[in-house]
């Protein structure tokens, strides 16, 4: 396997590279989407709600987390999973500011 050659983009671009990587899963996209209609559940709710089995969404839950999309708890013998605000505060202001850019230049482009 190839090497990536983070070390010659900025930490912005690999921060927003990780961020966008966890939300190549329509699996991750569906546990976001729940969490944010629920606003917080633990790990069975999730197994309950979506047609996976549970060590593969506790997998897509493993790689939202290290991305820092979620963020979860330890309520006794389960985890307690919510949205993390910042992550997501992250991927808003990336886009922001690159529609901003094409708004600007909109009429500059093919």
């Known amino acids: 396997m190839g090497t ?7 930490e912005r671009q690999n921060e927003i590279a990780i961020l966008a990587k966890a939300l190549g899963h329509p699996a991750r996209v569906a546990i976001l989407d729940y969490l944010l209609k629920v606003n917080a559940c633990i ?8 047609p996976l089995a549970q060590p593969t969404i506790s997998q897509h839950l493993k790689e939202l ?22 992550g997501l505060g992250k991927l808003k202001d990336y ?16």
Do not use: P, Q, R, S
């Open 43 to 50: 790990c069975g709710d999730i197994v309950n709600e979506l």
């Open 65 to 86: 987390k290290n991305a820092g999309l979620i963020k979860g708890n330890v309520e006794g013998n389960a985890i307690c999973y919510c949205i993390d605000e910042k």
């Open 4 to 10: 990536t050659k983070k070390e010659h983009f900025t």
């Open 95 to 110: 886009f922001e500011i690159m529609m901003n850019t094409l708004e600007i230049k909109k009429n500059e482009c093919c």
